[in-house]
């Protein structure tokens, strides 16, 4: 099967939220139309209004609007502004700026090419020829009434574009509003299905992967995916549109030097794919950098204890500094490499489209005949200052957009482990008859830790699992959980075979009370009830007082409702051992399992567990892994391992008789408990 592109992914996301975007690009566009309006209201403002006075004038008969002057006890008004209603009289004249200086010539003047004046004598130069005039200099009261109508269309037209500044305002924000609503709804479903995701993979790659490392992909690279979506889409969209409305812009106003600019757009491309191509490498071993970091500071929290206890301070320093440096020396890197190619580089182009300005329309003014207008100008010179704006934006926003880039392949190769769909479906409370049937099962390839494993344990029975480390007696439990699956031999529970439902329905008649009993953050209540509805708060508190917690919850401040910090480190072993049990108990499930579940118990408090134990092994299925042989005397059936496969089969009575591997262990075990009390 072919695979999906990291950025093609990434657009899969956003589409699931396309309405917002769409949305959003529309206001964008609209606030880039008005917005862009500046430069023609301000050329038609220089043009038309301020230098446009300069031109051909006629005299009228009559004042007939606002656009009419008075001059000499007569009315003049633009030759481009007289109408049908107007009586024109006489020829038109031209009102010439030479310098600072205005005169007014009876005959129209080429208005292009170089002027000069001598007193009244007016000498203009074109391509062609050299043409002298008479004219009539005038002095500033004169010239003012000529610039008077001018002044209501200025004004009209800055207080339109002041209009026009205040609805791009309006549609900017909503443009802002709906992308980065749409970014975080993009990132917090990628979040959910990333973390639901991990719901799914098989327990074995979380026994590969430190927990800081997976929980970096998790919260850092989904939050580098959001500044993709919110703050580098955004304004690089933004960006291009702005674009896209300069050069439309700039072709309306010339299109032979709109397309000399359309220089830029290869350019940027080539200069994206440069900056792609070094930052993608230094990206990933940024990210990885960081995940190990997380790791390693995971670590180190979790052992400090030991860390202090053994004087490994320096050791651990050096090694997170080893990554820290790592990850300076790269961060470094990218540094350099955005310092070469952002602003400087930026700068550097605009400049050079500056002197091909000037160049084309310098080169232009050889031409006498040419018509540059001081508007026209102004226009360009803003349009390519405002073009650069969003090159500027663009390349500003390429070390994040590879940092996002590559945490997306980062976040979409942990979506890519094989997992399987979690399927919760009840299914009818179920005996708790097991069977193993010739099971084998090896956690790499060919290393088997179970081999040919066969064993029957009926409904309502206890049966306890002994053996030296490694011999295979957890790995029994996880296959029976199915947090792994074996891969020969079947297993059956109540003659239904494991592998006929789900993970979560074999799970669910299932309890399980570890060595080590992990607590949540919450209370004493909410770690029994694990927040499930079905399991009430009276519930809870009938299952601690059955195991006999209560004895202790009683002296608590807030007795059930006693908080409980993350790992429960304010409670001791026992303690613990009895919430758990009582967890196991209000879930009442079909099939108990307890894991060395009396292991690191005093001997005191053991007797308090096993009074406990009695009350959860009623009526139920109760598989036992046990460390301590005194702790499984009275269990129906004693399945004893040996690197991976069953030695010995049968009750306490029954094993001691026979004096073998079970014998030896209980023998060794009851001169060690003999010492100890001697001592």
């Known amino acids: 099967m072919k695979k999906v592109s990291t950025e093609k992914r990434l657009f899969q996301y956003a589409l699931s939220y396309k309405k917002g975007i769409i949305i959003g690009l529309v206001c964008l566009i609209i606030a880039v139309a008005l917005e862009l309006a500046g430069p023609f209201i301000a050329m038609t403002v220089i043009d ?42 006489g020829d038109p004249f031209t009102l010439l700026q030479v310098g600072t200086t205005y005169f007014t010539i009876d005959e129209e003047v080429p208005l292009t090419g170089k002027r000069t004046s001598e007193g009244n004598t007016i000498q203009v130069t074109t391509a062609t020829e050299e043409l002298t005039f008479e004219g009539e200099k005038l002095s500033l009261s004169e010239v003012t009434p000529f610039f008077k109508p001018e002044q209501m269309p200025i004004l009209l037209l800055l207080g339109l574009y002041m209009v026009l500044i205040i609805i791009a305002g309006f549609f900017q924000f909503f443009k802002t509003f709906y992308l980065q609503k749409s970014a975080n709804q993009i990132v917090k479903k990628m979040r959910n299905d990333l973390f639901q995701h991990t ?46 409305g300069i050069f439309v812009a700039l072709f309306i106003l010339d299109a032979k030097l709109a397309a000399m600019c359309l220089a830029v757009i290869p350019l940027l491309y080539f200069w994206m794919k440069a900056y792609k191509y070094f930052g993608t490498k230094y990206n990933k071993v940024i990210r990885a950098t960081i995940s190990e970091i997380n790791g390693n500071i995971n670590e180190a929290v979790q052992g400090m204890s030991v860390i202090q206890a053994f004087n490994q301070e320096k050791k651990t320093k ?38 091909g300005l000037i160049w084309y329309y310098g080169s232009a003014s050889f031409d006498l005949n040419s018509v540059i207008s001081i508007g026209l100008l102004y226009a360009f010179v803003d349009y390519i200052t405002r073009l650069f704006e969003p090159v500027t934006d663009i390349v500003n926003q390429l070390p ?121 953050s919450g209370t004493i209540i909410s770690n029994v009830t694990m927040n499930d509805p079905s399991i009430s708060k009276e519930r809870a508190m009938k299952a601690l007082q059955a195991v006999g917690a209560d004895h202790f919850i009683e002296k608590l401040p807030n007795r059930y409702d006693e908080a409980v910090t993350e ?9 613990r051992q009895l919430i758990s049990f009582a967890r196991a108990l209000a879930f009442d499930p079909a099939i108990l399992i307890l894991d060395e579940a009396t292991a690191n118990i005093d001997t005191e408090t053991e007797n308090v567990i096993q009074n406990a134990l009695e009350v959860l092994k009623e009526g139920r299925t109760t598989l036992i892994i046990a460390h301590r042989l005194s702790t499984i005397q009275k269990a129906d059936t004693i399945f004893v391992l040996n690197h991976g496969k069953i030695k010995e089969t049968g009750n306490h009575e029954q094993l001691i008789h026979e004096k073998g591997l079970y014998y030896q262990m209980y023998q060794m075990q009851q001169g060690s408990m003999k010492k100890v009390a001697v001592s």
């Open 199 to 244: 719901q799914r993979i098989p327990i074995n790659y979380f026994i590969d992967q430190p927990a800081g490392t997976v929980v970096a992909r998790i919260t850092n690279d989904t939050e580098a995916i959001r500044d993709l979506y919110e703050r580098v889409l955004s304004i690089i969209v933004t960006s291009v549109v702005y674009m896209a």
């Open 567 to 575: 790992g429960g480190a304010t409670y001791s072993l026992g303690e």
């Open 48 to 89: 038309d209004h301020i230098l446009g006075v300069e031109g051909y004038w006629q005299e009228v008969s009559e004042a007939s609007d606002k656009n009419t002057v008075s001059y000499h006890d007569g009315f003049v008004k633009r030759v481009d502004r007289i109408t049908e209603d107007d009586q024109a009289i």
């Open 400 to 520: 994040l957009l590879e940092q996002a880039r590559v945490a997306g392949g980062r976040v979409f190769e942990l979506m890519d482990v094989d997992g399987e769909d979690v399927l919760d479906d009840s299914v009818a409370r179920y005996r708790g008859h097991i069977r193993f049937d010739d099971v084998s099962f090896a956690y790499n390839d060919d290393d088997y830790v179970l081999k040919n494993i066969s064993l029957e344990v009926k409904a309502g029975e206890t049966a306890a699992f002994v053996g030296h480390t490694g011999s295979g007696k957890s790995s029994i439990m996880n296959l029976l959980f199915r947090f792994y699956d074996p891969q020969k031999g079947s297993i059956t529970i109540d003659g239904i075979s494991t592998n006929d439902w789900s993970r979560q329905q074999v799970r669910s008649h299932m309890g399980i009370v570890l060595q080590d009993p992990f607590m949540f």
């Open 318 to 355: 050096e090694d997170f500094e080893v990554l820290n440096e790592r990850h300076f020396t790269f961060q470094k890197k990218l540094l350099r490499l955005s310092a070469l190619t952002s602003y400087n580089l930026v700068t550097v182009i605009r400049n050079l489209t500056f002197v």
